[in-house]
């Protein structure tokens, strides 16, 4: 059992920046491939951007050159560096856990961002 837990979100202007943090523990963290997904009101939940234990990483089209994933697998931690924040962001951001061998997959209950104009 893995238990992820967002922090971070909150509410910023256009153009503005934040960092989400998922916090993890109950199991090895670093056999999971980690992500961000997001669900904006009225739409199907959404990948963000995906880390490997190893660091490779793929974001969406919509978000790459402003979001930056990473992970500190000493500290069980995944990390997601917005920057140039668009109203289009405006969504709850979800962390995601996938083991790299089993099928086992976990959520964290999310965290809000909202983008003003």
């Known amino acids: 059992q893995v238990q992820l837990v967002e922090s971070g979100g909150g509410l910023v202007q256009s153009g503005g920046s934040l960092r989400l943090s998922c916090a993890a523990s109950g199991s090895i963290f670093s056999f999971y491939v980690m992500g961000w997904y997001r669900q904006a009101p009225g739409k199907q939940r959404e990948l963000v951007a995906r880390?490997?234990?190893?660091?490779?990483?793929n974001y969406a089209d919509s978000v790459k050159g402003r979001f930056t994933i990473s992970r500190d697998n000493a500290k069980n931690t995944l990390y997601l560096q917005m920057n140039s924040l668009k109203p289009e962001d405006t969504a709850v951001y979800y962390c995601?856990?996938?083991?790299?061998?089993?099928?086992?997959?976990?959520w964290g209950q999310g965290t809000q961002v909202t983008v003003s104009s």
């Open positions: 880390i490997t234990s190893g660091g490779s990483t």
């Open positions: 995601n856990g996938d083991h790299s061998i089993r099928p086992l997959t976990y």
